[in-house]
Structure formats: C-alpha cells, structure tokens
C-alpha cells in the first residue's frame, strides 16, 4: 500500500466526520444560549432537515456522543462534550493562526479552520498552540522571527525562485504579487 492509500486511510478512520463535529458544535452552542435544543432548533441552525437531524441524532447517540431527554431536548454526554472542547479549541488556535501570523483574512481564516478542526491531530494541535504561544510572546526572538516572516514573503520579487519554490514561486501560482 502507498503512503498515499495509508494516509487515506487514516483519514477515514478520524474520530468523527466533518458532519458530525458540526452537529456536536451546534448542540453545544444552542447549549451555551440556554436551555438544550431540540432537532428542529439544530435543524434551523445547520439549515438541514428535521429528517436529517433525526438520522444524525442516531448516530451520535450510538456513540454516546449525545442523549436525548423526554422532553426531546439533546444533551452533549461527556464524551461528547470532551470532543466539542477539543474540537473548538483546535478552531480557535488555527483561526488565530492563519489570521494573525499567516495574514488570512478574517472569513478565510474561519473557514479553512472550520475545514481543518477535526483532522489535525491532537500532537500537532498542541504543537500549533506551543508555536502560537512562541510567536505572540514579546521576546525579541519572537518578535524579530515574525518581521523577518513578513518582509521575506511581502517582498518576494515576482519570477524569483528560491529553495522551497524550486521552479516557480508558489506565492505567484497562488495568486499572490
């Protein structure tokens, strides 16, 4: 098997899927807004059906990632709620990432790190807050590493090549300069 099948692969065998965790983040926040919300509040909130929210529901709470009460409202069970903190604090470290040290824009950056969230492994979140934590301190290392960031990849000339570019620089390819 290649590398690419293996990392395929892995892929698949991700805790939960792109669907899942927005179902577990909508659950949550319709949590932090008061009481917990029934299937057609989340329905509304992910703009899918009350079909859809009840096929999901099912999955989730063979899981036990949820519960639903009596009174039909859904709870987030531990596990469920472990993998929501998990999940938005790794959003939060990779918004701030591509906002703030990459130069993404706002609604870009929200995006590609709702894309990325519950893919990126636990080691390399961590690892991505350690680097965040590094290049927001004030040390001048931090700092000087960071303007040294921006003037190289501001002023790349264009049809210059260097190291990592090789034969055209990526920047330009991109859509940058």
Not at 142 to 169: I, K, Y
Request: aromatic share 6%.
């Amino acid at each position: 098997m290649s590398e690419y099948q293996k990392m395929w692969k892995a892929f698949e065998a991700n805790e939960i899927s792109h669907s899942v965790a927005h179902y577990l983040l909508a659950v949550a926040d319709h949590t932090h807004d008061g009481a917990s919300p029934r299937a057609a509040d989340i329905a509304r909130t992910l703009e899918v059906s009350r079909a859809a929210v009840s096929l999901q529901l099912r999955t989730l709470k063979e899981h036990r990632l949820v519960e639903v009460s009596e009174d039909h409202r859904i709870h987030l069970t531990s596990v469920g709620q472990d993998i929501v903190g998990r999940i938005a604090s790794k959003r939060q470290v990779l918004r701030a990432f591509l906002k703030e040290i990459l130069g993404v824009d706002e609604a870009t950056a929200e995006a590609d790190a709702c894309k990325i969230e519950h893919l990126i492994s636990e080691e390399s979140g961590a690892a991505l807050v350690r680097f965040m934590t590094f290049l927001r301190n004030t040390d001048t290392n931090a700092q000087s590493l960071l303007d040294d960031f921006n003037r190289l990849t501001t002023d790349c000339p264009p049809g210059t090549t260097c190291d990592f570019c090789v034969s055209e620089c990526l920047l330009n390819s991109a859509g940058r300069n």
